[in-house]
């Protein structure tokens, strides 16, 4: 299984970007599918999360900016940055809480990052 994140940049404050990440390989079911961030010198943050159902979880910070969506049929999650701040700068990761095979049991699988620039 890998997830694939894309979609990163940058841009000016106040600006957006969408950022979308898709899990493949042999998976049955998704249960979570979400966005994590790390900017220098700091721990890695929640962002926001999802689960196959559509319910959404998102950090204080992001609320009212960020919308999380997902594509159960394509497997893949998206995060639409708006309004952006310069403190949202970081280095955005996927992550996945997935059933796979031949355990049929939830694994944590985490993506690889995608930089994001706001300039002010």
């Known amino acids: 299984v890998q997830l694939q994140a894309s979609g990163g940049g940058l841009v000016q404050a106040g600006g957006s970007l969408t950022l979308s990440c898709a899990a493949s390989?042999?998976?049955?079911?998704?249960?979570?599918m979400g966005w994590y961030r790390q900017a220098p010198g700091k721990q890695r943050e929640l962002v926001a999360d999802?689960?196959?159902?559509?319910?959404?979880n998102y950090a204080n910070s992001v609320k009212g900016r960020f919308t999380v969506s997902i594509d159960n049929l394509k497997k893949t999650v998206y995060l639409q940055l708006n309004s952006l701040k310069p403190e949202d700068t970081a280095v955005y990761y996927c992550?996945?809480?997935?059933?796979?095979?031949?355990?049929?049991?939830?694994?944590?699988?985490w993506g690889q990052g995608t930089q994001v620039t706001v300039s002010s």
């Open positions: 999802i689960t196959s159902g559509g319910s959404t």
């Open positions: 992550d996945a809480r997935l059933i796979v095979p031949p355990s049929f049991e939830e694994v944590y699988y």
């Open positions: 390989g042999n998976i049955f079911s998704i249960n979570v």
